[in-house]
């Protein structure tokens, strides 16, 4: 990891409170599947992810914000790690 020191006004816009997703991951038969769960009015990331950790049951999860931009949706990925994606 690399840290620097930014200049905060390099930024046009920002969402103060974002959707978040939730993807819960199991192996499956050679692969993997979700389940997925789209949280709406989070105080912040923090509470989404104790909301994730309470409803793991053993399964890893990934933490997405969703982010409009241009006309179309997005995914941030904020915490975890998804099983599916290419290295």
Do not use: N
Request: no cysteine; glycine share 6%; charged share 30%.
């Amino acid at each position: 990891m690399d840290a620097r020191p930014v200049d905060p006004r390099d930024s046009e816009w920002e969402v103060s409170s974002p959707s978040y997703r939730v993807y819960f991951w199991r192996p499956r038969s050679g692969g993997y599947e979700s389940e997925e769960f789209q949280l709406e009015r989070a105080t912040d990331v923090a509470e989404v992810l104790a909301w994730a950790e309470e409803r793991a049951e053993g399964r890893t999860f990934t933490v997405y914000a969703v982010v409009d931009a241009v006309g179309e949706r997005g995914l941030v990925q904020l915490a975890g790690i998804d099983p599916t994606a290419s290295a």
